[in-house]
């Protein structure tokens, strides 16, 4: 069995992290396997989009005290991303952490799960079969968003694996970039032809939104003389073997909106009946 790093890019989950982690150690057989956790809640540009709290006792949610104990103890391997002066984000995270990652097989992951199935890293690891096979990931396909924009298609970086032996060729140092670009100059803009046109461009212009890790799907699709493939996430996956707390990370600028507080109070439901078991 090839060894295998588990990635986690964290921001402001609160105890979400507590649950990925603690379900992830208690719940997995996979025999080799490590946690790196990249953790840019103090960064100055985060800081600068977060509320600082009003008080030392007032919760901030970044949990990272919880995340230095683990570190401490070799539960995980913590890398403190908080230099990032200009760029900051989901995207830098999954640098930071590929970067830290020696292992032949990489699954880049979220904070805000809990793993139900022991069997969910096999699963993914049983799908590499050939030396094309560059990984395992959810396909997101292309289209409008709210008719103002275009978005590009990605291979969606919450859950993916990665054959590093085979990524470490193919990797290009934008792989995980966001960006914006005018249609009109979007090499690859023909993929919309198929829509309707935009209703409302944004300030009169069409612009395409490429989400963390669209890069990498467009080389795969356009740029890929070796022919590597990223294998589909199979059927149900979540529902089987881990659930996602979708969104605290993205709202925790709003910890108290109804919608947050749902996922919170259910990710803590869940870590307490955990550490009862």
Excluded at 193 to 210: A, D, S, T, Y
Aim: net charge positive; proline share 6%; glycine share 4%.
């Amino acid at each position: 069995m090839k060894a295998l790093s588990i990635l986690i890019p964290n921001r402001f989950t609160w105890d979400a992290i507590i649950l990925t982690i603690e379900s992830i150690k208690k719940r997995t057989i996979y025999p080799d396997y490590k946690i790196i956790v990249s953790d840019n809640s103090m960064s100055p540009l985060c800081r600068g989009v977060e509320p600082e709290p009003e008080n030392k006792l007032q919760d901030n949610g970044s949990r990272i005290e919880y995340l230095r104990e683990q570190a401490k103890t070799g539960r995980i391997q913590l890398i403190e991303n908080h230099d990032q002066e200009r760029k900051y984000g989901h995207g830098e995270n999954i640098k930071k952490l590929l970067s830290a990652c020696n292992t032949e097989y990489a699954l880049l992951f979220v904070s805000t799960a809990e793993v139900l199935d022991p069997h969910w890293l096999h699963v993914l690891t049983w799908l590499i079969q050939t030396d094309k096979d560059l990984g395992v990931a959810r396909f997101k396909s292309g289209g409008k968003q709210r008719e103002l924009n275009w978005i590009a298609p990605v291979y969606w970086p919450n859950i993916m694996l990665l054959n590093m032996l085979l990524y470490r060729k193919f990797q290009a140092p934008d792989d995980w970039d966001l960006r914006r670009i005018l249609k009109s100059e979007w090499k690859y803009g023909h993929i919309f032809n198929q829509f309707p046109p935009l209703r409302e461009p944004e300030n009169g212009k069409e612009r395409v939104f490429l989400d963390t890790g669209s890069r990498l799907w467009e080389r795969l699709t356009f740029e890929n003389p070796a022919g590597y493939r990223i294998l589909p996430l199979p059927d149900a996956y979540w529902k089987k073997h881990i659930v996602l707390y979708d969104g605290i990370d993205r709202n925790s600028h709003r910890p108290d909106h109804p919608w947050v507080r749902d996922r919170l109070r259910a990710a803590n439901e869940r870590l307490s009946l955990l550490r009862r078991q």
